[in-house]
Structures are given as structure tokens and as C-alpha cells.
């Protein structure tokens, strides 16, 4: 401890999630058991994990969720995303900062996506340009 | 890395469960005393007869520094369930009564059941702070200091608090009902007692819809086991909601990684403000999800 | 007559000297010797409304002002930032930081209505405010500061100089004011405040602020705290669900 540099901060959480683990966690969803809910993830739909692949826009680093803003172009139209994440703490202790996105990014976002089927996702994890990946939940709640 | 070995083995346990239909392995221990709930409960007040915990200058158990909860899913929901996308399984926390659920009435099993579908009613989600004894099934931690005559709870969440005075003193007058309640504590030998009444009963316990109402009345407990874990209990009564009193436990554990620091978690912020928008790093406004 | 009234002069002045010759309030201590300053404290002024000298208006008691340095009790703006502050002024009903509920900031905090308890230990004072619930832990070791910290209550290290608490505080973010006429900062601020109990029911406080991206030099408030012998415990004030029961939720939109 003390003198410079960033000191760690995981509390739990995740370095790296293989497609394995992700592919049991959805088995989960289809199944149909959603009967406990994050408040917060309630509005999207578990069993549908969606992969997007887009240009950051912009990032709000703010509680009590952060949002990333991702244009995504498909077949030569290009939607505005809105990614819904933790608050900034629970993202910091899973290995963010305000900067690791930057407008301009192209990166992959794998998620949730809202049930009433608009252009929103609950985060999961993002691949970033250099090719980390970072999660968007710890296993745990506030 | 050991984290990710964990969470694979979660999401295999989770979905193990469901297929099989077998009680979800549970391999982890917290102070050498199993996590799941009832066998938590007798290993740790065994060890908690022969352990002796250091020492504040006023001779109580010293419980002064990082804490954090041994959070099984509990937050989410205080009995057990196989978990769900972003939630995860958990074996729950209550040990009394036996078949470890809240012992409803009819009417109020009803209403949860209802409530259970809208998690957008959960107050948490609209920052009232936590209370008793929820606040303490945060995954954040918090800092526990012990000025003389207290024990306060510095929460990382919601920067939170608990002021817990020691000595006993009268309760707030009924009329005035908080989030916070009010919270009263004692030393019995090495164990904290907080008696919490004037509770608002607004809350909930976790965020599957187990309300409460403003006839609660909360009295949890803090033993040291073991220099690095307390068992907390807490037990519920209210007796219009329930046929009896209830009970849960689990463990709480010191934060010992190195350099930790605790961060201002503000609950609300740059989503209500609308002046004070930007375009890139921002503070900026965004939509919270109150569908109802 | 020339010598009688010489003669009360003379022993007026005896008076005074005696009087200043009483020793000075002598705080109650902590093992340690550290001062005392535990309690709920609370001011009575109307720094929280406008921190320099200002008459009454709607909604708003007049005050004296609070601001000690410079001299004559002027916030010393640079211009650009004086603009910003009178567009603050003019929308301080919306814009207020606190008409959101948001939280206090450094130092406002200290002189918000509601009570403040002081809790101390041999390495460590903690600032709780009623306010939403908001605490301040103020670590008397030399704490490593977390890189890149920004908030709404800043950042503190506390260290005693004599029987004097010295809390430095940085790490703050541009979104809070100092009090509801507008008076701001940015990011840069540096808070330095000394708090010394100076009788038994009175803590001396002043706060110096050092921001040069807003202001053109330090400038330093002082004001008392009271104790509060009426109350053993302070209450809450959840400021934005009331807000929220009351019908008037504060909602935002994602911007576009």
C-alpha cells in the first residue's frame, strides 16, 4: 500500500468469462426461472442474450447505473444502442475506469436485451479494442 | 484465476440445479463454518464459545475495520432459489422456521407472491436506504468504527450509515417511523445486541417482493467467532404478517485485500439532472426503469 | 473629579486585563489527548442560502455573510467565473444542486439545516450528516489517496495541529455549490478547514477554499457550530424519496 499507481479493488467478480460459462448461465434463463429479479434487469429478457458490435458514443459514468451509447450498423442502417450497466463502483471494482471506453471505440457488448424489444441491452460483458474482456455484474446486489 | 473458476462454477452449479433437480453444491466456508444457513448458525455459535476476540480500550470486542457480507444471493431473495440472469443462486438465509420461508399469513404470502413479479417496486431501487437487517446483505462493505458509547456502520453503498449507541437508552417515540428505524444496542458479554424499532416498514427484505410492514420490529445480533468473521443473526416479528417470529443468520467477513478503499457510491445522480449534460465522459441524464 | 474618573478607568482597565488573563476554554480530551469534539452540532446562520452578507427575500433570511478573507467578504471570482456564477444565481431554484437532492459537497455539508453528529476515535473523526444520510470518514493517518477520486463529498485526511482538527479534502467533483445563491467551484478544489471547540457548546469553524480555475485567490469562511443539548440522536431526511411520495419524482431523460 501507499505510493503510486492504482490499487486493487475487486471484491468478488469476475477477470475474464469464457462462452462455456455463459452459455450455462442462459440455459438457466430458458428454462424459464425468473423469479428472482434485479430490479433493474427486470425490464430485459434474460434468455435472449443478444451480441452486439458497435462505435461507443458516448459513455454516462454515473449511479446509479452507467449507460453506454453504441451505434450499431446492420444491413446499412445504423441504430443507436443504449447499454445499461452497474453504477460506477460496482463497474471499478470489476476492473473499469471512467476511461476504459472512449467515443470512437469499437468494441462488443453481449447482454440482455429489453423485452419490450427496443434498442436497449442489459450488459453482461465487453470485449474492448484491445481485446479484454470485462464483465458488467458482479454476482452480488446493493 | 480463482474468480473465474468461481463464477463458472456457479453458473454449472445453477444450471446443474435446475436439470437435476439436487440442492445446489455449496463447497464454499466462511471461518471454517459452512455457509449454508442452518449449519452456518451451530458451527459458528460453537466456535463462539471459546473464542476470544481482541479488545477495545472499554473491554468489548474490538470489531473496528473492513467488513464485507458473505453474500450467497441472499440480496436477492432471503429464501432460496436457483437464481437467473444476473442474479445468482442462493440458499438463502433464514433458520427459523425449519423450512427456512417467511412464515406469512395468507394474505400477506399473497401479496409477496404478487410483489415477487415487480422488482421495480423494490424501494432499493429507488435509493431508500436499506435498513435493518437488509443493509447488511450489501456486497459493497462497509467500515465499522468504535468511537466509545458506539458502534458505527459506515456503509460504502448508498453511503450509508448505522449510529449504534451502546448504552441501552429509550426508544424514539412511536410516532415517528424511518427507513432507518432506530437503533438501540447493548453488550451481552461479547455479543452486540440492536434492538430496532420505529422502522417505517416501507422496505423489503431482498428484492423477490418480501415486504413489511410498519409493525416490524428487528433485533439483530454480532458475535465474533473468529478474528475475521462475525455471525449476525437478526429476528423479525410482526404480528400481522406473520404466525410467527422468524430468524435468519449469515456470516460477515473482514475485507483484507490489500490497499481496499472505500468509494462514494452516491445513489442517485447524473440521471435526474437535467442540466448538467455532456456528450462523452458524462454526467448526463438517463432513463431509470419504473415500468409499472 | 479628574481623579475619580481616572480612578474607574484605572480599575476598568484592571477588569479587562483580568478578564483576559481568565484561561482559555480547556476541551474535554480522548485518552490520546486529543480534543473532544463529540456531540450533534448544528449552525444557526444562513451560510447554506448565501454565503457573503445579504438582505432578506423570498423564502430567504437575510445574514451578515460568513466569508472572513478577504476582507471585505466579496467571493474573489475570476470574471468568466463570476458570469457563471450569476447564471447560477439567476436559476438557483432549479439548478441548486440540493433542489435535486443531490449531496452537499465539502463544505456545505457543515452548514446545511440539519444536525451534524461528530463521532471520534484515536485515528479517525467521522462527520455524519441527517442529510441523506451522508458520512464523512476522516482518517488521521497518512492515507494513500486513491488515484483519479471524484465526488460529491470530496476526499479527507484529518490531522490534529495543536487542539485544532485540520481536514484537507480534494477529490471533489464540479457538480456541487457552495450554498443556494450560485456560489460554485470546479474540480479542482481544495478545501482546508480547521475546526477548534472553543467553548463547551461551541466548535469554531472555518473552511478555506483554493480552486484557481474559478477563483483568483483563497478565500476563507467562519462560522460556529452549535451543540445540541435538545436531541441524543439525530433523525434522517431521505430528501428525494420524499420527493418521490410526494408525487414529485426527479426524473431525467437519456439524452439524445
Not at chain 1, 473499469?96 to 453482461?124: E, F, M, N, Q, Y
Not at chain 3, 484515536?122 to 488521521?140: D, F, K, N, Q
Request: charged share 20%; net charge neutral; hydrophobic share 35%.
Amino acid at each position: 500500500m501507499g505510493g503510486a499507481g492504482r490499487v486493487s479493488k475487486r471484491v468478488g467478480g469476475c477477470g475474464s468469462l469464457d462462452a462455456p460459462g455463459w452459455a450455462a448461465l442462459f440455459l438457466v434463463l430458458a428454462s424459464g426461472a425468473l423469479l428472482h429479479a434485479h430490479h433493474s434487469v427486470l425490464a430485459y429478457d434474460g434468455a435472449t442474450p443478444t451480441t452486439l458490435t458497435g462505435t461507443v458514443v458516448k459513455v454516462l459514468w454515473q449511479n446509479p447505473h452507467a449507460y453506454i451509447d453504441l451505434d450499431v450498423t446492420a444491413d446499412g442502417t445504423r441504430t443507436r444502442w443504449i447499454v445499461e450497466n452497474e453504477g460506477p463502483v460496482a463497474l471499478e471494482r470489476l476492473g473499469w475506469t471512467k476511461s476504459t471506453l472512449t467515443p470512437g471505440d469499437v468494441v462488443t457488448i453481449t447482454g440482455a436485451r429489453a423485452r419490450d424489444g427496443g434498442a436497449r441491452l442489459r450488459c453482461a460483458s465487453v470485449t474492448l479494442v484491445d481485446a479484454r474482456r470485462l464483465p458488467c455484474f458482479a454476482s452480488g446486489g446493493t | 484465476m480463482i474468480r473465474t473458476s468461481l463464477f463458472a462454477a456457479l453458473t454449472v452449479a445453477a444450471t446443474a440445479a435446475l436439470v437435476a433437480q439436487e440442492p445446489i453444491p455449496q463447497p464454499r466456508t466462511s471461518g471454517g463454518c459452512p455457509v449454508e444457513s442452518r449449519a452456518f448458525h451451530d458451527c459458528a455459535t460453537a466456535k463462539a464459545r471459546t473464542f476470544k476476540p481482541t479488545r477495545t480500550r472499554d473491554g468489548h470486542p474490538d470489531f473496528q475495520g473492513y467488513w464485507r457480507s458473505r453474500n450467497n444471493g441472499i440480496a436477492y431473495d432471503v429464501e432460496s432459489g436457483p437464481g437467473s440472469f444476473a442474479v445468482p443462486p442462493t440458499l438463502g438465509e433464514i433458520i427459523e422456521p425449519a423450512d427456512k420461508k417467511i412464515p406469512y399469513q395468507p394474505w400477506a404470502l399473497a401479496r409477496r407472491n404478487e410483489l415477487r413479479t415487480k422488482g421495480f417496486e423494490d424501494p432499493q431501487g429507488h435509493c431508500a436506504p436499506s435498513g435493518a437487517p437488509r443493509k447488511n446483505n450489501t456486497l459493497f462493505g462497509w467500515r465499522i468504527i468504535q468511537p466509545r458509547g458506539y458502534v458505527v456502520f459506515l456503509y460504502e453503498s448508498m453511503h450509508d450509515y448505522r449510529i449504534i449507541p451502546t448504552d441501552g437508552r429509550q426508544h424514539l417515540p412511536k410516532s415517528i417511523k424511518m427507513w432507518h428505524g432506530d437503533p438501540v444496542g447493548r453488550w451481552e458479554g461479547d455479543t452486540l445486541v440492536v434492538d430496532y424499532t420505529n422502522l417505517n416498514g416501507k422496505h423489503w427484505f431482498d428484492m423477490s417482493g418480501n415486504f413489511q410492514s410498519e409493525n416490524i420490529h428487528v433485533v439483530e445480533r454480532y458475535t465474533m467467532f473468529t478474528p475475521d468473521t462475525i455471525h449476525f443473526v437478526a429476528t423479525i416479528e410482526d404480528a400481522t404478517m406473520y404466525t410467527r417470529p422468524w430468524t435468519l443468520n449469515f456470516s460477515l467477513e473482514r475485507n483484507k485485500e490489500p490497499g481496499y478503499y472505500q468509494l462514494e457510491y452516491a445513489c442517485h445522480e447524473g440521471e435526474r439532472d437535467l442540466q448538467h449534460f455532456t456528450d462523452d465522459t458524462g454526467r448526463g441524464e438517463s432513463k431509470t426503469f419504473r415500468e409499472k | 473629579m479628574m481623579a475619580l474618573s481616572a480612578l474607574i478607568a484605572a480599575a476598568f482597565a484592571a477588569t479587562l486585563t483580568a478578564q483576559q488573563a481568565a484561561p482559555a476554554y480547556r476541551p474535554p480530551r480522548l485518552p490520546n489527548g486529543h480534543p473532544d469534539l463529540q456531540g450533534i452540532w448544528q449552525v444557526r446562520n444562513t451560510a447554506n442560502w448565501n454565503l457573503q452578507a445579504h438582505g432578506g427575500s423570498y423564502k430567504t433570511p437575510a445574514g451578515l455573510g460568513v466569508v472572513v478573507d478577504p476582507p471585505e467578504g466579496l467571493i474573489p471570482y475570476r470574471p468568466e467565473a463570476l458570469a457563471i456564477k450569476e447564471k447560477n444565481w439567476a436559476s438557483r431554484e432549479t439548478a441548486d444542486p440540493l433542489e435535486k437532492c443531490y449531496l452537499a459537497g465539502v463544505p456545505r455539508t457543515m452548514y446545511l439545516p440539519y444536525p451534524l453528529q461528530i463521532l471520534q476515535t484515536e485515528t479517525e473523526v467521522a462527520i455524519l450528516s441527517e442529510y441523506v444520510h451522508t458520512w464523512r470518514w476522516i482518517p488521521l493517518t497518512p492515507l494513500a489517496r486513491y488515484p483519479g477520486y471524484e465526488s460529491w463529498m470530496g476526499d479527507p485526511r484529518g490531522r490534529w495541529d495543536g487542539d485544532t482538527l485540520v481536514i484537507e479534502t480534494v477529490g471533489h467533483n464540479d457538480q456541487t455549490w457552495f450554498d443556494h445563491a450560485g456560489n460554485f467551484h470546479s474540480d479542482a478544489l481544495k478545501v482546508t478547514e480547521r475546526l477548534r471547540r472553543t467553548a463547551a457548546d461551541v466548535i469554531t469553524y472555518e473552511a478555506t477554499m483554493e480552486d484557481a480555475k474559478v477563483f483568483t485567490r483563497p478565500w476563507t469562511i467562519r462560522m460556529p457550530l452549535y451543540l445540541h443539548r435538545d436531541m441524543d440522536r439525530i433523525l434522517e431526511n431521505e430528501c428525494y424519496i420524499y420527493a418521490e411520495e410526494a408525487g414529485k419524482p426527479i426524473r431525467g431523460e437519456h439524452p439524445k
